[in-house]
């Protein structure tokens, strides 16, 4: 304590506040059970004998005791002590060889006492008093503190004293770049900061600063999180971790006082990585309204861009952070010298999915029947931690199938449980409901198979699923589209209006089994309009910007009402047009719907090549 500690990993930051707590309370006891005795406590005052004799005579002694080597008296001062009761003073002497003493001693009707009040040797009372207790409270205090560590993160987690900040702080990381696959152009950006780490002073001799921080962005799963230990892997450099969401707290300045925690640490240790996860948390823009505004945030934000400019670059302390918000970051933040890197880390495309369900393959024992390629064909849009979930589904379901290996089948099935939830085989649907359901399916079939720029049918069933999907038809492409075309678009819309149109022409009703399909129907529609300048109405006017393109991409209009009214009627056009060719379709193929209906509502689930080739099949005569 007091002195200057070694700057280690291991001692600086094993000082938790109930250390400081301990100490506090070790004061407070000292000072309750011995400082105020100690002031109350006797000095033992030593006279001659002549004087004992004389404060006999007197008669002011009260009580008496004696051993070989002394006697000990007491005499009232005629006060009282804190207590209330008569304060003596305690004195002692030599024994003389006095005969009649006891005699002289009845008559002053003073007392015989058995105890001689014992005075220590300085030396040990101090230490019994003073050290002794301090040593049992440290112990105590330390032991606690250790205990409260371990509970509160495995061992990883280090607990300041200023901020009680949880950093996790790993020596290696263990994870390389051949852990992330895909995302060639993000690993390549990252290259150079891992060389960096490797060799600081290969760029410091030429005089060269690499970027302080580097921002990770993508949309949730894609990996920024695991690419960044990535770099610390490959590096072989300690990887410091706090997510943006610890740092804010309830009382103001603490995020403050972790950010300068956080940096402290790293500096000790560099190179390093520092990385901060969802980093929008406290990075968001400081617009100044009253009430969004948040002291903490802006202080803690503060904090980290004065941390940022203050260090130095050449160390080989490297930031790294990662959001899927990267347009509400405050613009300070991304000024040079600061996170001036920005990293894409995109939705891997149809290569990147197989590389991904390959990694993860790894794990899990395959039989010789999967094709990852079909996989990853399906599932347009999935993130890496999405194909990561499929094939444990995949695995687990293997499991409860009582078998050793994962089969394509399992594979399949998963990909359908991420996307429409589990079978819910105890759901009872009557006869009709599910007749309409299966029409319903067919109605998009049909419509997507007649069209030129729709993907090919690829499954159809009415097993209804836990996410309320009562049942579904599944397009998937033969190889991955980059561009959406006006065509297709159209294409897409026709088709998802084809279930309603089927329950139109057959059962001469409608129902609210369409729901979905008008929600996604209208969006590709209105997309058209406001964003793919698609209508002749409005040419090539953006009408509407996306705000955050990684998270569903909310869009916020930016129009007159007056357009905003015929963007809407533009959309209502367009739809209507889109499920009046469907109505047509269908009724040019009528026989086949019901033909292919029927053979659905016997099956429950059909292929799409069992699907394409009733479709084909000449009629029979
Ligand atoms: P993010 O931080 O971008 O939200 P994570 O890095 O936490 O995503 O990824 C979550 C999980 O998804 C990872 O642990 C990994 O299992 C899987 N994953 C995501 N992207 C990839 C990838 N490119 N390669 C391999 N696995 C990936
Ligand atoms: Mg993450
Ligand atoms: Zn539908």
Redesign the pocket.
């Known amino acids: 304590m007091g002195l200057k500690d070694d700057g280690g990993l291991k001692k600086g930051p094993r000082k938790p506040f109930i250390f400081y707590y301990s100490i506090v309370l070790i004061l407070m006891i000292i000072f309750n059970s011995m400082a105020v005795p100690w002031l109350q406590s006797k000095s033992v005052i030593e006279v001659p004998y002549s004087t004992f004799l004389e404060m006999l005579e007197e008669g002011k002694i009260q009580s008496v005791a004696r051993t070989n080597t002394e006697i000990q008296f007491k005499s009232d001062t005629g006060k009282t002590n804190l207590e209330g009761k008569p304060d003596y003073e305690v004195y002692k002497t030599g024994p003389w060889p006095d005969e009649g003493l006891t005699d002289r001693l009845l008559e002053k009707n003073v007392q015989f006492e058995e105890t001689i009040v014992k005075q220590m040797s300085p030396m040990i009372s101090f230490l019994l008093t003073w050290i002794f207790p301090i040593l049992i409270f440290v112990f105590l205090g330390n032991f606690l503190s250790g205990q409260m560590q371990k509970r509160m993160g495995g061992g990883n987690a280090m607990t300041f004293g200023k901020s009680n900040a949880k950093i996790y702080a790993e020596s290696e990381t263990g994870k390389t770049f051949r852990?992330?696959?895909?995302?060639e152009e993000a690993k390549e950006a990252l290259k150079e900061i891992v060389d960096f780490l490797h060799n600081p002073k290969k760029y410091a001799d030429i005089g060269a600063t690499l970027p302080k921080g580097a921002l990770?962005v993508?949309?949730?799963?894609?990996?920024?999180?695991?690419?960044?230990?990535a770099v610390a892997g490959e590096a072989h450099v300690p990887f410091f971790s706090i997510s943006g969401s610890e740092f804010v707290e309830m009382f103001v300045g603490m995020g403050a006082a972790k950010v300068r925690d956080l940096f402290k640490q790293a500096t000790e240790k560099a190179p390093c990585i520092v990385f901060i996860?969802e980093i929008d948390t406290i990075g968001k823009k400081r617009d100044g309204h009253g009430f969004s505004g948040n002291d903490e945030r802006e202080q803690t934000l503060n904090q980290l861009l004065a941390e940022m400019d203050g260090f130095d670059g050449k160390k080989g302390v490297v930031i790294l952070a990662?959001t899927?918000r990267p347009d509400s970051l405050d613009k300070a933040l991304l000024r040079p010298g600061r996170f001036d890197r920005r990293i894409p880390?995109e939705l891997?495309d149809l290569n990147?999915r197989e590389?991904?369900l390959k990694?993860?393959g790894k794990n899990v024992k395959l039989s010789d029947d999967v094709d990852f390629r079909g996989i990853a064909l399906a599932t347009a849009g999935a993130?890496?931690?999405?194909?990561?979930?499929i094939v444990n589904e995949a695995a687990l379901r293997a499991v409860r199938m009582g078998r050793h290996t994962v089969g394509q089948r399992d594979l399949e099935e998963s990909v359908e449980v991420v996307i429409a939830g589990y079978q819910r085989k105890d759901a009872s649907i009557n006869v009709n409901e599910r007749k309409i359901i299966a029409y319903h399916e067919v109605g998009h079939a049909l419509v997507a198979a007649s069209q030129n720029d729709s993907a090919p049918v690829h499954k159809i069933t009415i097993i209804p699923r836990t996410s309320g999907a009562l049942g579904y038809t599944m397009q998937v492409d033969e190889e991955e589209r980059h561009l959406l075309t006006k065509d297709a678009a159209l294409s897409k819309i026709a088709t998802f209006t084809g279930g309603r149109a089927a329950e139109e022409l057959v059962f001469n009703t409608v129902t609210s089994g369409a729901a979905n399909d008008i929600e996604q129907a209208t969006r590709i529609a209105r997309a058209m309009v406001t964003r793919y300048g698609m209508s002749d109405e409005f040419d090539m006017v953006a009408l509407e910007t996306v705000t955050n393109q990684y998270l569903g991409g909310d869009t916020s209009l930016s129009c007159s009402s007056k357009t905003a009214k015929k963007i809407d009627d533009e959309v209502i056009r367009i739809i209507r047009e889109q499920h009046q060719k469907a109505l047509k379709i269908l009724k040019d193929n009528e026989k086949k719907l019901h033909e292919i209906a029927e053979y659905l509502l016997e099956r429950e689930t059909i292929t799409g090549e069992e699907f394409m080739e009733i479709f084909r099949r000449e009629p029979a005569v």
């Open positions: 852990d992330v696959a895909g995302q990770l993508g949309p949730p799963g894609t990996g920024k999180t695991l690419l960044a230990r996860d990662a899927n880390v891997p990147g590389a991904i990694v993860h993130s890496g931690a999405d194909l990561a979930n």
